[in-house]
Structure formats: structure tokens, C-alpha cells
């Protein structure tokens, strides 16, 4: 009877806690290897951060319900400050502060100049473009 009902929907509960917790794992891993490849494939990885920035200052003035400025915001508070716990556990994604820390940090050694090749793509994208000008 109820007491089967509550039973199953605590283990409802449950299952959906281990899975958002995978589910943010594997977002964590997607942008270590997105970051990767962008830096890989010449990008600059740095825009990854500024977008991230972006997402999370957009969240920021969506929580605190002001129409401020977007371009200011304090860069230490994480936007599951404002959006409370329950609700953070049950993100499938990690919080977008984090996400831009991360990547921030991340872009100052994962970037085009650290693959040789880039300049060589680069001057080959400027070369092409100079040939379909003329």
C-alpha cells in the first residue's frame, strides 16, 4: 500500500541523485576534452571562458531578479549560492561558475600555442584568404 509507494519513490529519489551526480561528470569531462581539441584544432580556448562567463552572469541577474547591468557581477559567488542546494543536486550539469573557473584556468596552458602546428594554420588560413581576394 503507501508504505510501498513511499518506498519506491524514495528510491526514485535516490536513482536521480546518482545519475545527475554522473551526468555532471561527464559534462566536466566533455569540457577538459572539448577544451582539448579546441586548442588542438588552433581555436582560441580563452572564448570558452568568456562564454561560460557569459552563461553564468546571465544566471546571476536571472536569480537575483535585477535588471542591472550584466557586465557587472561579483566573480566569487557561485550562482548555486543564490539558487540553493536542493536545487543544485539536481542539475545534470556542473554549476556554470564552475564551469567558467574551470575553463579559465584551464585555457592558460590548453591553447593553440601549445601545439606547433597552429602556426602553420594559421599563416595557411591567411595565405588562402589573400588568394580568394584578389
Request: net charge negative; proline share 1%; hydrophobic share 35%.
Given at each position: 500500500?503507501?508504505?510501498?509507494?513511499?518506498?519506491?519513490?524514495?528510491?526514485?529519489f535516490?536513482?536521480?541523485?546518482l545519475?545527475?551526480?554522473?551526468?555532471?561528470?561527464?559534462?566536466e569531462?566533455?569540457?577538459?576534452l572539448?577544451?582539448?581539441?579546441?586548442a588542438?584544432?588552433?581555436?582560441?580556448?580563452?572564448?570558452?571562458?568568456?562564454?561560460m562567463e557569459k552563461?553564468?552572469?546571465?544566471e546571476?541577474?536571472?536569480?537575483?531578479?535585477?535588471?542591472?547591468?550584466?557586465?557587472a557581477?561579483?566573480?566569487?559567488?557561485?550562482?548555486?549560492?543564490?539558487?540553493?542546494?536542493?536545487?543544485?543536486?539536481?542539475?545534470?550539469?556542473?554549476?556554470?561558475?564552475?564551469r567558467y573557473?574551470?575553463?579559465?584556468?584551464?585555457?592558460?596552458?590548453?591553447n593553440?600555442?601549445?601545439y606547433?602546428h597552429c602556426?602553420?594554420?594559421?599563416?595557411?588560413?591567411?595565405?588562402?584568404?589573400?588568394l580568394t581576394?584578389?
Amino acid at each position: 500500500g503507501m508504505l510501498s509507494i513511499q518506498i519506491n519513490a524514495l528510491i526514485a529519489f535516490l536513482k536521480n541523485l546518482l545519475t545527475m551526480s554522473h551526468s555532471r561528470r561527464n559534462e566536466e569531462e566533455a569540457d577538459a576534452l572539448g577544451i582539448k581539441i579546441a586548442a588542438m584544432a588552433c581555436f582560441d580556448t580563452k572564448k570558452a571562458s568568456f562564454v561560460m562567463e557569459k552563461l553564468h552572469q546571465a544566471e546571476m541577474m536571472a536569480t537575483s531578479g535585477s535588471n542591472n547591468e550584466i557586465g557587472a557581477y561579483d566573480e566569487t559567488r557561485s550562482s548555486s549560492d543564490d539558487i540553493g542546494f536542493m536545487n543544485t543536486i539536481f542539475r545534470s550539469h556542473p554549476p556554470s561558475h564552475e564551469r567558467y573557473l574551470y575553463l579559465k584556468e584551464a585555457s592558460e596552458t590548453e591553447n593553440a600555442t601549445k601545439y606547433e602546428h597552429c602556426g602553420h594554420v594559421k599563416k595557411s588560413f591567411r595565405d588562402s584568404w589573400k588568394l580568394t581576394s584578389s
